[in-house]
Nanobody, 122 residues
Framework: QVQLVESGGGLVRAGGSLRLSCAASGSIFSINAMGWYRQTPGKQRELVAAIFSGGSTNYADSVKGRFTISRDNAKKMAYLQMNSLKPEDTAVYYC????????????????WGQGTLVTVSS
C-alpha cells in the first residue's frame, strides 16, 4: 500500500550530472529515513546516501562531495543530485524509505522502489 517510484536515470558521459527523483505514495503517516542504494550485477546492494527526518544525511565515502541527497516532506519526495559522475557509478539505483503508515505503528515499514538504471560512459 506504500509505493516508491524512481525516475531520472539514464545514460550520461563521465563528468556529467543526473538527478534522480523518488516519489512516495499510498497510506503514509510519516516518512522517517529515505535513502538511495545501488547495485551492480554480482554485487550486494550498497547504501549511496540517506537522509533522516531531522535533515541529517549520510553518504558512502565513494560519493562524498559529488552526490547530494535531499527531500521534500510536503511532496513526499526524495532526490539524489549526482555530479562528476564516473563509470564506476554505473548501477541500478533504488530508492528506499522507512515509513509509518499510522501514528500507532510501533515499527516502520521498509519500502523499496523498482530501481532506475544509471549508465556512465567513459
Amino acid at each position: 500500500q506504500v509505493q516508491l517510484v524512481e525516475s531520472g536515470g539514464g545514460l550520461v558521459r563521465a563528468g556529467g550530472s543526473l538527478r534522480l527523483s523518488c516519489a512516495a505514495s499510498g497510506s503514509i503517516f510519516s516518512i522517517n529515513a529515505m535513502g538511495w542504494y545501488r547495485q551492480t550485477p554480482g554485487k550486494q546492494r550498497e547504501l549511496v546516501a540517506a537522509i533522516f527526518s531531522g535533515g541529517s544525511t549520510n553518504y558512502a565515502d565513494s560519493v562524498k562531495g559529488r552526490f547530494t541527497i535531499s527531500r521534500d516532506n510536503a511532496k513526499k519526495m526524495a532526490y539524489l543530485q549526482m555530479n562528476s559522475l564516473k563509470p564506476e557509478d554505473t548501477a541500478v539505483y533504488y530508492c528506499h524509505a522507512s515509513v509509518a503508515a499510522t501514528p500507532y505503528d510501533d515499527r516502520d515499514l521498509e519500502v523499496w522502489g523498482q530501481g532506475t538504471l544509471v549508465t556512465v560512459s567513459s
